[in-house]
């Protein structure tokens, strides 16, 4: 699920050269975001960075490095505020478990 004014940012916008060697040192780089992956408002993911099945990236976080899978990331930059989570679009916990989505879903990452 992704929020608007997400930005994905997978190369710089203009080429960098070393002054001495004359070569591009800024090159593109994938971004790679699994699936059930919730991306918040105003969040940028720049270039060469992966985001882990089932996790969370905080409202206007700036993503510089992966985020491993079932983790919460937030902040600039972004860093790993909780582990081993599962996010539903229900308030009850208790749901979770009964929502075939989720607990199917939690079983193939914890395998």
Same mark, same amino acid.
């Given at each position: 699920?992704?929020? #608007?004014?997400?930005?994905?940012?997978? %190369? !710089?916008? &203009?080429?960098?050269?070393? $002054? &001495?060697?004359?070569? +591009? $040192?800024? =090159?593109?780089? !994938?971004?790679?975001? %699994?699936?059930?992956? =919730?991306?918040? #408002?105003?969040?940028? @993911?720049?270039?060469?960075?992966?985001?882990?099945?089932?996790?969370?990236?905080?409202?206007?976080?700036?993503?510089?490095?992966?985020?491993?899978?079932?983790?919460?990331?937030?902040?600039?930059?972004?860093?790993? @505020?909780? #582990?081993? @989570?599962? =996010? /539903? +679009?229900?308030?009850? /916990?208790?749901?979770?478990?009964? !929502?075939? +989505?989720? %607990? %199917?879903? &939690? /079983?193939?990452?914890?395998?």
């Amino acid at each position: 699920m992704i929020a #608007r004014d997400v930005i994905l940012r997978a %190369s !710089d916008g &203009h080429p960098i050269f070393d $002054i &001495h060697s004359k070569k +591009r $040192i800024n =090159w593109a780089k !994938d971004i790679i975001i %699994s699936s059930y992956v =919730w991306v918040g #408002r105003n969040v940028s @993911i720049m270039k060469g960075v992966s985001v882990g099945s089932g996790s969370v990236i905080g409202y206007g976080s700036i993503v510089t490095k992966d985020v491993p899978s079932m983790c919460a990331a937030a902040g600039n930059p972004a860093k790993i @505020i909780k #582990r081993n @989570i599962i =996010w /539903a +679009r229900t308030d009850k /916990a208790e749901l979770i478990s009964d !929502d075939k +989505r989720c %607990s %199917s879903y &939690h /079983a193939k990452l914890t395998q």
